[in-house]
């Protein structure tokens, strides 16, 4: 009879699984602050600029730069819920914050500035914009043809969007660990 063999451990302890390196939090608020004043400067450039004048072409009729007010979220669509994404908005932002205490790997820091960046360019619109407080219209200027008009706020959270789920796929945690399964990395 053959002697039993030891089963890898299915979680390793703590203490190997302890994060590395330091906290990345300072790269998180400097990936959020760029995003974020990119966004309200171009914003406030094409208002100033833009606003009620015709379409400016970028590139031929496929990309071209109009002021569009969207109360919706993406293609127009919820323009009666601006109070709900106003919260969601917000929400996104606290989930963000809580994560950033255990944040540890610099590409979870760059999809999470990314993340907030955006999430805060369109929260300023949804507060300080009209027609009023949770209720303002984002300003949408980038039309991509048979596409959408979004901001670069929109584009920021997309970005940071895809390489949180890129980061995900690959097993990569937020604390600069790695999922285990079998005691081997995914």
Known sequence: ????TEA??????TAERKPKGPRRVGVL?????????????SKLLVVARLENHSAIKVIGDVVTLQVIRNSGAAFGMGQALTVVFTMIASAVI?????????????????ALGLLLGGA?????????RWPGVFRGHVVDFISVQHFA????????????????????????????????QDGKAE
Do not use: K
Request: a negative charge; hydrophobic letters at 55%.
């Open 1 to 4: 009879m053959a002697e039993p």
């Open 8 to 13: 890898a451990p299915v979680d390793e302890p």
């Open 29 to 41: 608020l400097v990936v959020a602050v760029l995003a974020f004043l990119i966004d309200l400067g």
């Open 94 to 110: 606290v989930v963000i914050w809580r994560i950033a205490r255990r944040l540890y790997s610099l590409p979870w820091a760059i």
């Open 120 to 128: 805060l360019g369109n929260l300023t619109d949804r507060l300080f």
């Open 149 to 180: 008009v979004f901001n670069l706020a929109d584009s920021a959270i997309v970005c940071g969007g895809i390489l949180v789920v890129l980061l995900s796929f690959r097993g990569s945690n937020p604390d600069g660990t790695v999922h285990q």
